[in-house]
């Protein structure tokens, strides 16, 4: 097995964990591509919160963190061979040749080499590309990631005054509580199945006052200006858009 790791004694885990711990990566990723759906190329490079995060660089940069993770750290191949940045910062930055076609398609490719890098590994197993670090903490470290900037798309989203349709906010929750980097150490075993524990699948409940779909929160999904026709017209989310109807 040509990926530059050293296969280790493998601890006993709870059944399902690995597939499991799979099926969030995907859900993740899933919400971070399609977060770009429906977009202008304007619109996806817009900065609609105090700091120049963007849609668009959000995608890039998570392309980097499944290349940096699953590439760099597993075959210990240099980040320029994987074509991403050099530091997280500059993964940020758009060229002028950045599309959402392009950024969109770099990131299938990439989360398809993590999958191949992979897929013969066992969670216990070692490997040395960038230091010695078992697989489910490169598995802990990219949901980390994705699970924060699955958030920060979120609110970019919602600042954009366009629909949010329901599908985007269904995306998994991780307590970043369960990955704390001492405990991580101190309790790898119990910490990884504390994580995926604390996991679930967000659906969306209804409207608290009409009915329609809602954040986990319980603010209507749809945020646009009109008021809630069963709330006062002054209630508002804490995104400052009030219910429809």
């Given at each position: 097995m040509d990926v530059g790791c050293a296969l280790m004694s493998r601890?006993?885990?709870?059944?399902?964990?690995?597939?499991?711990?799979?099926?969030?990566?995907?859900?993740?990723?899933?919400?971070?591509?399609?977060?770009?759906?429906?977009?202008?190329?304007q619109e996806a490079r817009a900065s609609l919160v105090p700091s120049k995060t963007t849609l668009l660089g959000l995608l890039k940069h998570v392309t980097f963190v499944e290349a940096v993770w699953f590439g760099e750290a597993v075959s210990g191949?240099?980040?320029?061979?994987?074509?991403?940045?050099?530091?997280?910062?500059?993964?940020?930055?758009?060229?002028?040749?950045?599309?959402?076609?392009?950024v969109q398609m770099a990131h299938r490719e990439t989360c398809e080499a993590s999958r191949r890098a992979t897929a013969e590994?066992?969670?216990?197993?070692?490997?040395?590309?960038?230091?010695?670090?078992?697989?489910?903490?490169?598995?802990?470290?990219?949901?980390?990631?994705?699970?924060?900037?699955?958030?920060?798309?979120?609110?970019?989203?919602?600042?954009?005054?366009?629909p949010v349709r329901p599908e985007r906010l269904r995306r998994p929750s991780l307590q970043s509580d369960c990955l704390d980097q001492r405990t991580l150490h101190a309790d790898p075993v119990g910490s990884l199945a504390r994580a995926v524990s604390h996991v679930s699948t967000i659906t969306g409940r209804p409207c608290r006052r009409c009915a329609r779909a809602a954040d986990p929160h319980g603010r209507c999904a749809a945020r646009t200006p009109r008021s809630c026709a069963q709330g006062p017209p002054a209630t508002r989310s804490s995104l400052g858009r009030r219910c429809p109807q």
């Open positions: 601890t006993t885990r709870p059944d399902g964990l690995r597939s499991r711990l799979d099926e969030l990566l995907e859900e993740y990723r899933a919400t971070l591509h399609d977060s770009l759906e429906g977009l202008t190329e191949r240099p980040r320029r061979e994987l074509g991403v940045a050099s530091n997280p910062d500059r993964s940020f930055v758009l060229r002028k040749v950045d599309t959402i076609a392009s590994l066992a969670l216990d197993d070692e490997v040395t590309g960038t230091g010695i670090r078992a697989l489910w903490q490169l598995y802990l470290q990219v949901l980390r990631e994705l699970a924060q900037h699955a958030g920060h798309a979120d609110i970019c989203a919602s600042r954009s005054w366009r």
